[in-house]
């Protein structure tokens, strides 16, 4: 699973703002001020900061840059290319943190698009390996043929990808990989694996695949492999003449 195109396509943002990079990047707006003393700075109207192919956009700009925190208020938006993809992000308020532990934070209905991903939540952040998202409504990759939504989630990066992540909360998982047969998973909690290749899913847990239903305390699903496995007391529910193997 291509989870990890979130965020690394939104590691575009630090390359935008990073200091190391100063001389390339520039910032316009109607009124700025700027302390080289504290590195304290504000900026109000028309914010623009662009670096090579990428433009953001606010209606406010503060922050601190000797101790490496910008903050864009009002309408943000990062329009541009990234890593040969289109990439187009929308909030009310990203805060980037450029010092190590580096990360941003995206609050106020953040949607994005990358190529075929698209994303929606009310928060998205990161900061050195951790990453967190608040009511994702939605994450899909049309290209990975999948899109999951849940109240909250959490996990761990390494080198840019997602390695585990937990999901709680109206947890649901569409996949049709290969544009093969397509899975639907509902859950309270899962729990992703990329070295096992799994994603776990607990309570009140329900699934269709195929035409069949499966009902189960908690199930397994083998995200190469498009197969699930159930536990805890599951009911397999399928129509009359099509046992579990027939088709």
Do not use: H
């Not at 980037?96 to 953040?110: D, I």
């Amino acid at each position: 699973m291509r989870l990890s195109r979130i965020v690394a396509a939104l590691s575009a943002v630090l390359l935008l703002l990073g200091p190391a990079l100063a001389r390339e990047v520039k910032m316009t707006a109607d009124s700025m001020q700027y302390d080289s003393a504290s590195g304290y700075f504000t900026a109000s109207d028309n914010v623009t900061i662009t670096r090579e192919g990428l433009t953001a956009t606010a209606r406010k700009a503060e922050g601190n840059m000797n101790e490496g925190r910008i903050d864009l208020i009002g309408d943000v938006r990062i329009l541009g290319e990234w890593d040969g993809e289109k990439v187009d992000v929308r909030a009310q308020v990203l805060v980037a943190y450029l010092q190590e532990p580096t990360g941003f934070t995206l609050k106020g209905t953040v949607t994005g698009a990358w190529g075929g991903r698209l994303v929606e939540a009310e928060e998205l952040s990161t900061r050195g390996d951790a990453f967190a998202v608040a009511k994702l409504a939605r994450y899909s990759d049309s290209v990975g043929g999948y899109s999951f939504s849940c109240s909250s989630a959490e996990g761990k990066l390494k080198e840019g990808e997602i390695t585990e992540f937990t999901g709680k909360g109206a947890f649901r998982l569409v996949s049709s990989p290969g544009r093969g047969a397509v899975t639907e998973i509902r859950g309270d909690r899962a729990v992703y694996s990329k070295a096992r290749g799994t994603i776990v899913v607990n309570g009140k847990v329900t699934a269709v695949q195929d035409g069949r239903s499966l009902a189960s305390d908690s199930l397994v699903y083998f995200t190469k492999q498009n197969r699930i496995e159930a536990t805890g007391k599951p009911q397999l529910v399928f129509k009359i003449g099509e046992g579990p193997g027939k088709k």
